[in-house]
């Protein structure tokens, strides 16, 4: 029996050379003529993050998912000047021009700071032309350490929540082996009101892959980030999900930029979870991704007359049920 928290084998890897230079570690899974969901993740994390979402969805999309700069298999910057929402922004445009095909569009789907990229690239005509939808999940565009809540507002002034926050994103302190406690400790962070064990296992397994300096080179950019008049520039049909106890990025954040965006096509607020929605609530996550697809790409194929791939419209179905 297959677990949602496996790896899923990719169907095939790429390594895609950004605009620096930097090598980008491409994943494709599901069918190769099904239509296209780019998957990126977030601060901390890599491609196995999206697991439990890819196996809900790559039995009728093509799905690509790359390990941000720093991450998983992609090249770490080597030096400074290699982190920021603007080579986040290049990567994702070098991901795009290596694996969609002439004319092709994708769905985009962000969590947490692949969100964050999407804004930071929505402005670039190369990214607009190959997005049909977009998917912001679990993020924020800015104040990012004010509004944060892992220190709990009603317990601590603002300029200790600042502090704390500061030094939770760019503490380079090594994490160390998963344990009882640092699972219990990521669930309270990240996770929402009732994690399962497996949940909150995963969570600190991805988490604590992530190598320290890499996770404080980013946090310092999280600290100061500020992509509120990006929104303005995602112009594909796009929606928003949160759940309703994100501590790193409240709903206020999604309800903001739900405001802000100019096809703003739903805000999905989950009650009772928390910052990492794919994990909680895959299902979620992919129905919201469906939906897209179904109003904005192109249509599933046609069954075959053999009755192969491609029977019926399941995207039609599930919008139905």
Do not use: N
């Amino acid at each position: 029996m297959t677990l949602p928290y496996e790896a899923v084998p990719a169907r095939r890897t790429l390594q895609v050379a950004s605009a620096d230079g930097t090598r980008i570690h491409v994943e494709e899974f599901g069918r190769t003529d099904g239509p296209t969901v780019v998957l990126a993740h977030g601060w901390t994390c890599s491609i196995l993050f999206w697991a439990p979402v890819v196996r809900l969805l790559s039995s009728d999309f093509r799905v690509i998912a790359y390990d941000q700069r720093g991450h998983g298999r992609s090249a770490a910057p080597l030096t400074r000047k290699g982190y920021s929402t603007g080579v986040l922004a290049d990567d994702l445009e070098a991901v795009l021009e290596a694996t969609l095909r002439e004319g092709e569009r994708a769905v985009l789907a962000g969590h947490s700071m692949g969100g964050m990229t999407i804004m930071a690239a929505s402005g670039r005509a190369a990214v607009r032309s190959r997005t049909s939808a977009v998917l912001l999940a679990s993020t924020g565009s800015g104040r990012l350490l004010g509004m944060t809540e892992v220190l709990p507002p009603r317990f601590s002034p603002r300029w200790l929540r600042r502090v704390f926050h500061r030094q939770l994103l760019t503490s380079r302190l090594p994490l160390g082996p998963v344990t009882p406690m640092s699972r219990a400790a990521f669930a309270y962070g990240v996770l929402g009101t009732a994690p399962t064990r497996e949940q909150a296992a995963f969570t600190a397994r991805i988490v604590q892959a992530c190598k320290a300096r890499q996770r404080a080179s980013w946090g310092r950019v999280l600290a100061v980030l500020d992509l509120d008049a990006e929104i303005a520039a995602v112009d594909a049909p796009t929606a928003v999900l949160v759940g309703t106890h994100d501590k790193l990025t409240p709903k206020v954040h999604s309800r903001g930029i739900a405001a802000a965006l100019p096809r703003c096509v739903g805000l999905t607020e989950l009650p009772g979870l928390g910052h990492m929605t794919p994990i909680e609530d895959p299902a979620a996550v992919a129905s919201v991704i469906r939906s897209l697809a179904a109003d904005e790409a192109a249509p599933l194929p046609v069954a075959d007359s053999d009755g192969g791939a491609g029977q019926g419209d399941p995207l039609a179905e599930e919008k139905s049920a």
